[in-house]
């Protein structure tokens, strides 16, 4: 029985150095070439866009002023409604312009009776100086009169319509269509031509101005890159909002000019922009955030910003499969971002294999077997649920 019971212990001890001797022979097995995902590098036109700060501006401003004086007798308008062009806001006292409109009518009246009897004098004198019966002073003298007369009828004329005038700007009317605001002439104020303060203020909101802001070295830069030709403008020129609470503002709208001259102070250029605004939701002095196109790049090289890396110094990097399927890095220079992307401008040229996936414990000259990355791929999903990196950019 006990040589029994030896033999069983016998095969069982020599059954686990077997399995300890394959499980050895199995890590000890060679294993291939590490598998990457990789992006071919190529070129294609890309938009650039550059988001700028901006600031609303009324598409048309009026001040609403007195140009006569006298006492406001009425406000005609809703502070807050919208008005339009020509319609009565302001009555002012009109007593006084009566009187001047009766006076300046009279007084054309009393020339032209004028012109009458001084132009029937020169008339009679005429035919008296022909048989010597007067001196050719005298006749000089009536016609002389009679002209005076036709042109105090003139100034009278002048003088009745400017009267009219002024009778017409007791009340005050809206010069432009637009919103107006706040009165800060209540019934009963004494208002005059010459004052600065306004009445009332009129804008019209729809469309609506955005003054951008860019710096002049941003502008100068774009305008040599067009004219190298390395950009191309874009001829839609279209231009969108963001809102002070970074929600988008759906209409766009489109550039309208730059300004000619740059502010000392900030070193920035104003570009205005135009956007239809038929909501009302958009009001001047508003913060705004523009996205614009400034060019067309034809020969753009996008590599997904998961792929690239900084080095201890700061400059981007990236891992490319090279000849025989090696590792070779490669020193990159990057302009902006576009979407998830880098726009490269050095380092890489068309065809080239950028490592997206599985480059991390990569070293240069390591071989590896590289696939075509698929960013909807479960492996791609699940590194990106562990913080890899995140999917390819769309360009915009």
């Known amino acids: ?64 002023r007195p140009q006569v004086n006298g006492l406001v007798l009425e406000r005609l308008f809703v502070e807050g409604d919208v008005v339009r062009k020509g319609q009565p806001l302001y009555r002012i006292d009109p007593s006084p312009y009566q009187a001047q409109v009766a006076s300046a009518r009279a007084a054309l009246t009393r020339a032209r009776a004028s012109i009458a009897s001084s132009g029937a004098l020169a008339r009679r004198y005429g035919e008296l100086v022909k048989i010597n019966a007067i001196s ?18 003139a100034a009278q004329q002048a003088a009745l319509r400017t009267a009219q005038i002024d009778l017409a700007r007791t009340t005050i009317r809206a ?30 909101i729809d469309p609506i101005y955005v003054d951008i802001q860019q710096s002049s070295s941003d502008l100068l830069k774009l305008r040599q890159q067009i004219m190298s030709g390395k950009l191309t403008r874009d001829g839609n020129a279209r231009v969108k909002l963001k809102l002070e609470d970074g929600s988008d503002y759906g209409p766009e709208g489109t550039l309208r000019f730059a300004d000619v001259t740059v502010d000392p102070t900030t070193g920035s ?32 090289m996008l590599v997904p910003q998961r792929a690239v890396t900084r ?70 999903a699940a590194q990106q649920g562990n913080g890899a990196g995140a999917p390819a950019a769309q360009a915009k």
Request: with cysteine; hydrophobic share 40%.
């Open 1 to 64: 029985m006990a040589n029994k019971r030896h033999g069983v212990a016998v095969l069982a001890l020599a059954l686990a150095l077997a399995a300890c001797g394959g499980g050895k022979e199995q890590q000890q097995a060679p294993q291939g070439p590490p598998s990457v995902g990789y992006v071919v590098v190529r070129q294609q036109p890309v938009t650039l866009t550059s988001e700028l700060p901006g600031r609303t501006t009324a598409f048309e401003t009026s001040e609403v």
């Open 269 to 300: 250029q104003v570009i205005r922009a135009l956007f239809p605004n038929h909501n009302g939701l958009l009001l001047p002095g508003m913060f705004v955030r523009a996205s614009l196109a400034q060019g067309v790049d034809q020969n753009a």
């Open 175 to 204: 010069p432009i269509t637009g919103r107006i605001g706040r009165s800060v002439f209540t019934t009963g104020a004494l208002v005059s031509a010459a004052q600065t303060d306004a009445l009332a203020t009129i804008q019209r």
């Open 136 to 153: 050719r002073q005298d006749l000089e003298n009536a016609q002389t009169t009679a002209q005076q007369a036709q042109a105090d009828v």
């Open 311 to 380: 080095d201890e110094k700061g400059n981007a990097t990236a891992m490319v499969i090279g000849a025989d399927n090696k590792v070779q890095p490669r020193m990159l220079q990057t302009s902006r971002t576009i979407g998830d992307n880098w726009l490269v401008t050095d380092g890489l040229k068309p065809g080239d294999k950028v490592i997206v996936e599985g480059g991390m414990m990569l070293r240069p000259g390591m071989a590896v077997q590289g696939k075509p990355w698929n960013p909807n791929a479960p492996a791609a």
